[in-house]
């Protein structure tokens, strides 16, 4: 039961990532009640059926990078860059430009 009420708020937290904005698993497992849950967060992403309409992409790591592989790496990256975030050469994203915190926008 606490497992599928912790899914259902970083549900609630992901759908309002705005559009051309990121946050981090951690931040979306503080902003979910669950500080140190960061893991879980990608874990409860992970399993997200496919076709889902929330904007899972928007979710990075702590260093501002994707932290997907192979395909799955290019298809989030691409989703990000059709919403105009930019990456550095070295494929990093800068969360100070476009991190997102739980603020309103």
Same mark, same amino acid.
């Given at each position: ?11 609630? @937290?992901?759908?309002? !990532?705005? *559009?051309?904005? @990121?946050?981090?698993? /951690?931040?979306?497992?503080? =902003? ?8 879980? @967060?990608?874990? @409860? ?10 904007? *899972?992409?928007?979710? !990075?790591?702590?260093?501002?990078? !994707?932290? =997907?592989? /192979? ?8 989703? =990000? ?11 990093? !994203? ?5 991190? *997102? ?5």
């Amino acid at each position: 039961m606490e497992q599928d009420n912790f899914r259902q708020r970083v549900f609630h @937290v992901v759908a309002a !990532i705005p *559009w051309g904005k @990121v946050t981090t698993y /951690g931040e979306v497992a503080r =902003l979910a009640g669950s500080a140190r849950a960061a893991r879980q @967060v990608g874990g @409860v992403l992970k399993k997200l059926p496919e076709g889902s309409s929330l904007p *899972w992409h928007r979710v !990075i790591n702590r260093h501002g990078e !994707i932290s =997907l592989t /192979g395909p799955d790496y290019i298809r989030q990256r691409e989703a =990000l860059r059709a919403e105009g975030v930019t990456f550095t050469r070295q494929g990093k !994203i800068d969360l100070t430009r476009y991190g *997102w915190q739980g603020e309103t926008p």
